[in-house]
């Protein structure tokens, strides 16, 4: 008893003591000096609270612990609800999922289908390294690389060559691939942490150049003024940029509106989004796809069988990289403007983590992760600061109560059939 | 007659600790030959440098009268010559049809365009990959456990589910390392039985290490004795039994 009230109370203390360090002291400056002084005492009452909640949480802990206990079940909750499981219910699912997406921008506001927009590069992404972490096993800490390399191809191709977007998105995750494939043929060779510690500086080699080079990139500034993709040749701006051609609203006689190409660039990322879903879907099913899963298991036995583990291990790291490519180049021309900035090691992180929280290999659980790990930094904006620690408590909370990732993965099994 | 494999002088080095010295072997077609010695004699590690696992430290791996040391595993593998490893190792994740479809990963379709348009090409090859697995699977008797998960297999079960991995491959050379350790004696006569089957009517030879004399014995055409990584006696089974250097290394020194 004595002491499980005395481990309680200190762990009371250290969150008074932390607590206080990081929200009790405000520091501002009064003309050039700046003074310490103690925040307003709203804060200090939640630190207070905050402490007693601590103290209680430790003093009741075992009971605590029996209530996550049941919270966690037999492993039964891990399952796809009933009316998912079938092929043919999942086809029904997804028909009306994609409806549903469709019809969406129509009837939401801009700001919402900017942030779906936003969403859906994030799908892309964690789509696109859940081919390299989690079908082929592979930690690629530098998946940003490639993503900045598909938004430079873009940027750099209309810059100097005036190519348009159509023409440039082939060529970028063309581009992005050949970097996957270059940057694999070396260092495949390494395994687990090695292969993450090379990967993450390769990831930060190309920011660094990016930011260097400064005659081609522009360095640190960036690229500006990059064009929007065009439908077909007619563009979405309110005029012409050039003598003959076309825009969108001319074309159909309709009054201008900026949110036709707010709905456009939406409806391509989710065009995107889903011919990589369908690719992914039909890697898997491939004797790529199952040679992936086969190395993650056993390497060794694959060797024995003449698989050829460097060059499966190329094809997933390229094919991931290419997806980064796509996805980059309707980065750069979604945003307009690019500056390597945009290609910090967090971006790489924050896919790893939609990766990992959505279920390794899962294609659903990656979808669902993107969407929860962008919308919601979103929609909590009015806790400003606190945002990130929500976020945070998030994740902990997640590998605390599911560390297998929302939607694990459930493998489509081949099925030998018999007459 | 060509052999199927000649090793000629074997040497495996592991820094100052010499493994293996001067092994030779000798495979024809059609046959079944077997490695034997004491446990840590270096039948493993003869496995693994004829299999490329490892590299030889000296000495030659002719097979079908091409040099095969010095080259990665998969590639001696892709040649025809497969092989079994001591404790199972199944992709015991994959259900037991799609380790056969794995195995078969060389004889299939690769073509990414083929594969995404599903065209009838890709489905023929699909098909025949589906039926060969099938094929064998009906010989180790495991097609009723073709859709579960390798690794709910009984371990005797995974022994043969591995045999017909390396079958679906096509080798002409199968080695197998110790299949039947951890038999039950019915087990060990239904292996017994699978091998000779193997070289009557699949006409492929198999190189074999056991420790299990009374299976050695009785199917082998050539035995070969390594103790303490040195070559110690060849011959038939008849030979070997009657050999004193054998009964010495075995029993030891009266």
Redesign the interface.
């Given at each position: 008893m004595q002491s499980r009230f005395s481990s309680a109370a200190l762990a009371a203390g250290v969150t008074l003591i932390l607590g206080f360090m990081v929200l009790g002291i405000s520091f501002s400056v009064e003309g050039v000096v700046p003074t310490l002084e103690v925040s307003e005492s709203h804060k200090i009452i939640g630190l207070l609270i905050g402490a007693g909640l601590v103290f209680l949480l430790q003093y009741f802990r075992a009971e605590v612990s029996k209530v996550t206990a049941k919270m966690k079940g037999d492993g039964q909750a891990h399952e796809l609800p009933s009316f998912m499981r079938t092929e043919k219910q999942q086809r029904v699912l997804a028909f009306w999922a994609v409806g549903a997406l469709l019809l969406f921008p129509f009837l939401s506001s801009r700001g919402a289908v900017d942030i779906a927009t936003l969403t859906l590069i994030y799908v892309m992404l964690g789509l696109g390294l859940n081919v390299v972490v989690g079908l082929a096993g592979l930690l690629d800490l530098g998946y940003v690389g490639f993503y900045a390399v598909g938004a430079y191809s873009y940027a750099l191709l209309n810059l100097y060559f005036d190519m348009s977007f159509w023409m440039a998105l082939p060529i970028a995750g063309g581009l992005a691939a050949l970097f996957g494939y270059l940057l694999g043929f070396p260092v495949l060779r390494l395994r687990g942490d090695y292969l993450a510690i090379v990967t993450l500086g390769f990831g930060e080699i190309i920011r660094i150049l990016l930011n260097n080079w400064t005659e081609l990139t522009g360095g640190p500034n960036g690229i500006a003024r990059i064009p929007k993709p065009t439908l077909f040749g007619l563009e979405f701006n309110r005029r012409p940029s050039e003598e003959g051609a076309t825009t969108f609203h001319d074309f159909f006689g309709i009054s201008y509106s900026s949110e036709y190409k707010v709905i456009f660039l939406y409806l391509m990322a989710l065009l995107l989004v889903l011919l990589t879903i369908y690719v992914i879907r039909r890697l898997v099913r491939m004797p790529i796809g199952r040679a992936w899963e086969a190395l993650r298991e056993d390497d060794i036995a694959c060797r024995s069988l003449g698989l050829n583990p460097t060059n499966i291990k190329l094809g997933a790291f390229t094919i991931g990289a290419s997806f980064a490519g796509f996805a980059g180049s309707f980065f750069a021309a979604r945003q307009g403007f690019i500056s390597p900035e945009s290609f910090t090691f967090i971006e790489s992180a924050i896919i790893l983590a939609i990766v990992v929280l959505g279920g390794m290999g899962s294609q659903l659980g990656v979808v669902l992760a993107a969407c929860a790990m962008t919308i919601l930094p979103e929609m909590a904006r009015e806790f400003d600061e606190y945002r990130m620690l929500l976020f945070g408590l998030m994740m902990v909370l997640m590998m605390i109560w599911r560390p297998q990732g929302l939607l694990p993965m459930k493998r489509p099994h081949l099925e030998l059939k018999r007459d | 007659m060509t052999n199927l494999l000649t090793v000629k002088d074997l040497t495996m080095r592991f820094g100052g600790l010499l493994a293996v010295n001067g092994v030779n072997l000798e495979v024809g077609e059609k046959q079944i030959v077997s490695v034997i010695g004491p446990n840590g004699a270096g039948k493993t590690t003869v496995f693994n440098c004829v299999?490329g696992?490892y590299i030889p430290t000296a000495g030659s791996v002719m097979f079908q009268g091409k040099e095969m040391r010095g080259k990665?595993?998969?590639?001696i593998?892709?040649e025809g010559m497969?092989?079994?490893?001591q404790n199972v190792?199944?992709?015991?994740?994959?259900?037991v049809?799609?380790n056969l479809?794995?195995?078969q990963?060389?004889h299939?379709?690769?073509n990414?365009l083929k594969?995404?348009f599903?065209t009838s090409d890709f489905k023929k090859k699909e098909q025949e990959l589906?039926d060969r697995?099938?094929y064998w699977?009906e010989k180790v008797g495991l097609l009723d456990f073709?859709?579960r998960e390798a690794g709910n297999l009984a371990y005797g079960q995974q022994r043969r589910l591995e045999i017909a991995?390396?079958m679906v491959?096509e080798p002409k050379l199968l080695m197998l390392d110790e299949p039947a350790a951890g038999l039950n004696p019915n087990e060990t006569k239904d292996l017994d039985e699978l091998i000779v089957h193997l070289k009557d009517e699949q006409g492929i030879s198999i190189l074999l290490i056991e420790h299990d004399m009374g299976l050695v014995m009785g199917i082998s055409d050539q035995i070969y004795v390594v103790n303490q990584g040195e070559p110690l006696a060849s011959g038939t089974p008849a030979e070997i039994q009657a050999n004193p250097e054998v009964i010495k290394a075995y029993l030891g020194e009266e």
């Open positions: - | 299999s696992f990665p595993g998969f590639k593998a892709q497969v092989r079994t490893f190792r199944l992709f015991k994740e994959m259900t049809i799609e479809l794995v195995a990963h060389m299939a379709e690769h990414l594969g995404f599903m589906m697995a099938a699977l073709a859709n991995r390396c491959t």
